[in-house]
C-alpha cells in the first residue's frame, strides 16, 4: 500500500516562497507519475503541477505556470513543488497524488487518473 506525506505548508506573504515535499513510502515511487493538486475553499481541486515518472516531463496549470516548480528525486522517493510569488488566490489545500503505475496519458490532469493521496497540507498566503 502506497502512502503519500506531505509537509511544507504554512502562512507566507504575499510574494513569498514556500517548498512543498512530499515523501512515498513504498520502493515503486518511479513507477507512478506524480502531480499536486490543490483545492481552495468553496471550489474543486485542480491540479497544479505534474512530474512524469522520469522527471523529465512537466505540466503546469496556467494560473501557476512560471511561478511554481514541480521536480522529484528518485533515490528520495520525493516530489516538490516550489512555490514562488505566492498570491491570495494561491491560497488552498495542497495534496500530494500517484498517478497510473503504468501507461495513462501524459500529462494526468483528472483526479480518477491518481489512485493514492496524501492528506493535504494548508497553504495560506496573506495579502
Known amino acids: 500500500q502506497v502512502q503519500l506525506v506531505e509537509s511544507g505548508g504554512g502562512l507566507v506573504q504575499a510574494g513569498g516562497s514556500l517548498r512543498l515535499s512530499c515523501a512515498h513510502s513504498a520502493g515503486t515511487f518511479t513507477i507512478y507519475p506524480m502531480g499536486w493538486f490543490r483545492q481552495a475553499p468553496g471550489k474543486e481541486r485542480e491540479l497544479a503541477a505534474a512530474?512524469?515518472?522520469?522527471?523529465?516531463?512537466?505540466y503546469y496549470a496556467n494560473s501557476v505556470k512560471g511561478r511554481f516548480t514541480i521536480s522529484r528525486d528518485n533515490a528520495k522517493n520525493t516530489v516538490y513543488l516550489q512555490m514562488n510569488s505566492l498570491k491570495p488566490e494561491d491560497t488552498a489545500v495542497y495534496y500530494c497524488a500517484a498517478g497510473p503505475p503504468y501507461g495513462g496519458t501524459w500529462p494526468p490532469v483528472l483526479e480518477y487518473e491518481y489512485n493514492y493521496w496524501g492528506q493535504g497540507t494548508q497553504v495560506t498566503v496573506s495579502s
Open positions: 512530474v512524469s515518472r522520469s522527471g523529465g516531463s512537466t
